[in-house]
């Protein structure tokens, strides 16, 4: 079967990938129908040997082709448009090891929730928001 398009979804990553049965037959199922990637949620990153998961996911036929944030960005409250300027200074170092992780994959990374709620100080968010992406963006070129 050839798709117009290439096909990905978005996964949590088990922090035991390799010996998750439930995640190993997701993978065949996606190897089965021709899918070509995967969006993961990684909650820590640092924990995982970047090689070893690549060579796991073409195991199947399959590239990590996102890195999604947002089961981090709950696990550790991260927001890049906190007012609580300690939050926003710990999501925008979280959201820089985030894209050195999905560098090594040549993924994208999804920001997401990682970007922050609503709030009734919408323009200040904004703005917050706004200066965390500029700090983080020369990073992601």
Known sequence: MNYLFPLAIQLTLPEDYRGNETF???????RNLNF?????????????IPEKLAEYLNDYGLRMTMFATGAAAKAFELSLSSADEP??????????????????????????????GLGPDREQRRQRFQASLLEVAPRAL
Not at 24 to 30: A, D, I
């Open 24 to 30: 190993k037959k997701v993978l065949q199922t996606l």
């Open 36 to 48: 070509c990637g995967v969006e993961l949620n990684i909650v820590h990153p640092e924990w995982i």
């Open 87 to 116: 939050v926003r200074r710990r999501s925008v170092e979280k959201c820089l090891e985030f894209i050195e992780f999905g560098r090594l994959f040549g993924a994208g990374v999804i920001v997401g929730f990682l970007k922050g």
